[in-house]
């Protein structure tokens, strides 16, 4: 069975400080996808990004940065330079690959609070 | 290109009356997944859908739930005789299900469903 924990249930810092998200799966599938997604006060998903099993670079985006190990079984998210845009609940999720079917198991998620 | 669609946004409802949730995909997306969220937790799959099949219904309570995704029309989630525990917010996620491919999944603004 699939597992995706999301250790921090909550976190603040302060604006302009950088901070790590962390997030450790389980699967037994050799080929997987792992995902973040944001859900901002307003309520909607927004999705961050899609890595598969087989791409262990780190991906950089503006701010946004991950940081996936397999040897670990971790996909982190880290925010260089954090501002108050970026209070929001963060969720990790993954997805096997069984072609037609891609649903997400998710984490609990972890609650960003950036405090100007 | 709209989005996800979902309405209604909020559906408040009585116990033992029936909830209907509707799931518009984004233009060219002919898969449709359902997700439940309860209060201070992580997305729960429920069910996957393609045009006028249900693929995996392995997340539905096995009674008073059912959904189904007509060949023309909207994703319909329809909850019957509602309970207090069903108050939660429904997601639908939408993917293009080109074959032999995984694909992201991009979520509508979910329905934040009510029972009083």
């Known amino acids: 069975a699939q597992k995706v924990t999301q250790a921090q249930t909550e976190i603040s810092v302060v604006e302009k400080e950088d901070v790590t998200l962390d997030c450790v799966y389980e699967?037994?599938?050799?080929?997987?996808?792992l995902f973040w997604y944001k859900q901002p006060p307003s309520g909607e998903l927004v999705f961050l990004i899609r890595?598969?099993?087989?791409?262990?670079q780190n991906e950089i985006s503006g701010r946004y940065s991950w940081n996936f190990q397999k040897s670990t079984s971790s996909f982190n998210f880290t925010i260089t330079a954090s501002q108050v845009v970026d209070s929001a609940v963060y969720f990790c999720?993954?997805?096997?690959?069984?072609?037609?079917?891609?649903?997400?198991?998710f984490g609990t998620g972890t609650r960003l609070t950036i405090i100007p | 290109n709209a989005g996800v669609m979902q309405n209604p946004r909020h559906l408040v409802r009585r116990r033992g009356q029936e909830a209907r949730l509707r799931c518009s995909p984004m233009?060219?997306?002919?898969?449709v997944y359902w997700y439940r969220q309860l209060p201070e937790e992580g997305l729960k799959f429920m069910v996957y859908?393609?045009?006028?099949?249900?693929?995996?219904e392995s997340g539905m309570p096995k009674e008073r739930f059912s959904a189904e995704f007509p060949k023309e029309g909207p994703s319909i989630l329809r909850i019957q005789q509602v309970v207090r525990g069903d108050s939660a917010a429904y997601f639908c996620?939408?993917?293009?299900?080109?074959?032999?491919?995984?694909?992201?999944?991009?979520f509508g603004p979910g329905t934040r469903l009510l029972v009083l």
């Open positions: 699967t037994r599938d050799t080929t997987y996808y």
């Open positions: 996620a939408s993917s293009p299900g080109l074959a032999g491919s995984q694909e992201t999944q991009y």
């Open positions: 999720a993954l997805s096997d690959v069984n072609f037609g079917n891609e649903k997400l198991t």
């Open positions: 890595r598969n099993s087989f791409d262990e």
């Open positions: 859908l393609q045009k006028e099949n249900i693929i995996d």
């Open positions: 233009k060219g997306h002919s898969h």
